[in-house]
């Protein structure tokens, strides 16, 4: 862990300025956005600009790293963030503040894709293990960070926004005045898909359905605690505890993950977060809300690492890489739907909207997981989980899908050496 921390120190710092300024923006614009008399129809469409440029940004941000280099595009990525921030502060109409979410969604996947590639190059195999596990502990504590943050005061109305856009520019120059040189670059190639759901039905599928999830009640908690009565600052705490929760339980899950067949998993986390959300749905007591949705947090968040490992599983390594991307684009595809749907469900059904929508869909995978069991067995031999942080990823799995991908080549040239040396002789 400490070589891992002194090899990549200014990535490691630069990455949580960003994680906790993405956290903190997020969750005020939602909360400074209903302060300002937006609909939620209005919040959810300025929130889906994000994932909507998010599907930009994981498609060409790889292309321009190949072309200009990591520090260049991290630089001007982080540089375009802070100013969407500084808008905020400027402007006070939807349009502009959708705009400049649309922006975000295509720098902050590309700065995950920067920083990614940056470790995966830079990090030697003995390593590696230590390189992941700090990097998720920055994806899971640096969002909650930011959130929590929301609750500081501000009579102005302009803090938090100035903030966030200090935490961004800042961000950067740790890596600037870092005395390592970037790596070299290669943007992975695609796979499409219909070809991905072919190997792996679930996993699209899948994937899909729970990032809508994810996503609905990862926007929406913090505007569904201040239905209840919540103040701004206990309702950004709802979403704190759901994010640490999620945080908490990634581990033991991945660990049983890796040791049994991944559907009876996904099974398992989504029969719980079901049983949570007929729970809150049944007592909509604002007592319930921190607890409920801990629950759900601790038994959403951490399906995406399993499907992503369930797809793993099932392809060559050579396909890992593309098959990463692709994963990626689903995710921040399914996000659009989620983020679309979660404000305006908060007042359905008395109340009862955001939690039937965790139902609907939590039984959705669970069918598809059961159909999938019944029609196939699990493969022999498994690869492990790699998790990932409740903000999500740009290009997530690449770290762990270059480094099969590398151990794969190298393995095949050893053979073909030994094989050259036994004809020799």
Not at 100 to 116: D, K, N, Q, S
């Amino acid at each position: 862990m400490k070589r891992a921390l002194i090899d990549n120190w200014a990535l490691f710092l630069g990455m949580l300025g960003l994680m906790v300024a993405n956290g903190l923006l997020v969750t005020l614009l939602s909360i400074r956005g209903a302060e300002l008399g937006f609909s939620s129809l209005t919040i959810s469409i300025m929130q889906a600009c994000y994932p909507l440029g998010a599907l930009i940004g994981t498609i060409t941000v790889p292309l321009l790293i190949e072309k200009v280099g990591h520090i260049r595009v991290f630089s001007a990525l982080a540089s375009m963030v802070s100013v969407a921030a500084i808008v905020h502060i400027l402007t006070f109409d939807p349009y502009s503040w959708s705009a400049m979410r649309f922006m975000a969604g295509i720098c902050f996947p590309g700065l995950y894709v920067v920083t990614e590639s940056w470790l995966n190059a830079k990090s030697e195999n003995r390593i590696r293990a230590q390189v992941l596990s700090v990097y998720f502990i920055i994806q899971t504590i640096g969002p909650a960070l930011g959130t929590a943050l929301v609750a500081v005061p501000d009579p102005s109305g302009n803090l938090l926004f100035g903030l966030t856009s200090v935490l961004m520019s800042v961000a950067v120059v740790p890596l600037l005045l870092s005395g390592n040189r970037a790596p070299d670059y290669s943007a992975p190639d695609r796979m499409t898909v219909r070809r991905l759901y072919t190997v792996s039905p679930m996993a699209v599928l899948g994937i899909v359905l729970m990032s809508a999830a994810v996503a609905s009640w990862f926007i929406a908690l913090p505007l569904y605690a201040l239905y209840q009565g919540f103040s701004a600052a206990a309702a950004s705490g709802a979403l704190v505890a759901a994010m640490i929760a999620g945080g908490l339980v990634q581990y033991p899950i991945g660990w049983i993950s890796d040791n049994t067949d991944r559907r009876y998993v996904v099974i398992g986390l989504c029969v719980i977060a079901t049983c949570a959300a007929v729970w809150m749905a049944v007592d909509t007591a604002p007592a319930r809300t921190v607890w409920g949705f801990a629950i759900i947090g601790g038994a959403t968040l951490p399906i995406y690492s399993i499907l992503a490992a369930h797809a793993n599983d099932h392809l060559t390594p050579g396909q890992v890489v593309p098959a990463s991307g692709t994963m990626a684009f689903l995710q921040q595809f399914g996000q659009v739907f989620g983020m679309l749907l979660g404000p305006n469900l908060i007042a359905i059904g008395g109340g009862r909207g955001l939690q039937g929508m965790v139902i609907v869909v939590s039984l959705a995978v669970i069918f598809i997981a059961v159909a999938r069991r019944v029609r196939s067995e699990a493969p022999a031999e498994t690869g492990e989980v790699v998790h990932f942080g409740a903000m999500g990823l740009g290009q997530a799995g690449v770290l762990q899908a270059e480094t099969v991908a590398a151990e794969a080549e190298a393995e095949a040239a050893s053979e073909a050496g030994e094989a050259g040396r036994n004809r020799q002789e």
